[in-house]
């Protein structure tokens, strides 16, 4: 079944270390979403990307980075630099341009600091 | 800039009884509208969309959604509750030609009680 893969499920950071949270999709999507959930305040969209080697700051990209080799993968790297990295991270793709159809959403990354 | 608010943080109602949960927008144009449901430490699923024609969409597991573009609101709604129905719903809100970028409200929780 086609669909997007988020991993870990679980990721524990420690002070002034990068992580980076994988997203692979097998949709043929050319468009992916990095949202980050915290409680109560509904999905914020970090990055996103229409197509491979192209991607957007969203509305809270500070502390964040992407790259965007395959169109098969969007990973997002937490830097060190993004103080509140504490969240559940959602990964999501489209088709690209049909604003009508849903966004597929993987089952997320919860991110912890030791 | 498009908005979406979802006044009720919690709904709670009995099983069996309907549900409905509230959804209002501000976006310029004529909009596509989304609701999801999320279970926790899940990703979103796509329940259902507008995009034109019907006021009264229908999409899975027996919810319907009711569009009034005068009081641009697009409710979600039940005529039976069930226990499994409890999760976190969302509503989204996108500009056609907008490439597919999601404006999400806060989410309300929906509790169903036996």
């Known amino acids: 079944d086609g669909g997007i893969t988020q991993s870990p499920k679980y990721l524990f950071r420690k002070e002034g270390q990068n992580v980076t949270l994988s997203c692979e999709q097998n949709l043929n999507h050319d468009a992916m979403y990095w949202y980050r959930q915290d409680p109560g305040q509904g999905l914020r969209l970090i990055y996103y990307s229409q197509i491979v080697n192209d991607f957007q700051k969203g509305d809270i990209a500070e502390g964040y980075s992407v790259s965007r080799e395959k169109k098969e993968s969007f990973p997002l790297t937490v830097t060190s630099a993004q103080k509140n990295p504490t969240a559940f991270y959602l990964c999501a793709s489209t088709p690209r341009g049909y604003s009508n159809q849903p966004q597929h959403f993987g089952d997320g990354t919860r991110l912890s600091i030791l | 800039a498009q908005s979406v608010a979802q006044p009720e943080d919690q709904v709670n109602v009995a099983e069996g009884n309907p549900l409905t949960v509230k959804c209002t927008y501000s976006?310029?144009?004529?909009?596509?509208l989304f609701w999801y449901v999320q279970y926790p430490n899940r990703g979103l699923q796509f329940l259902l969309k507008y995009i034109t024609g019907d006021n009264l969409v229908k999409g899975s597991y027996g919810f319907e959604a009711e569009f009034n573009k005068s009081q641009t609101s697009f409710h979600l709604k039940k005529p039976s509750a069930l226990v499994s129905d409890s999760a976190l719903y969302f509503c989204?809100?996108?500009?056609?030609?907008?490439?597919?970028?999601?404006?999400f409200g806060g989410g309300t929780r929906l509790m169903v009680k036996p």
């Open positions: 976006v310029s144009g004529n909009p596509y």
């Open positions: 989204a809100v996108t500009p056609p030609n907008a490439g597919n970028m999601l404006t």
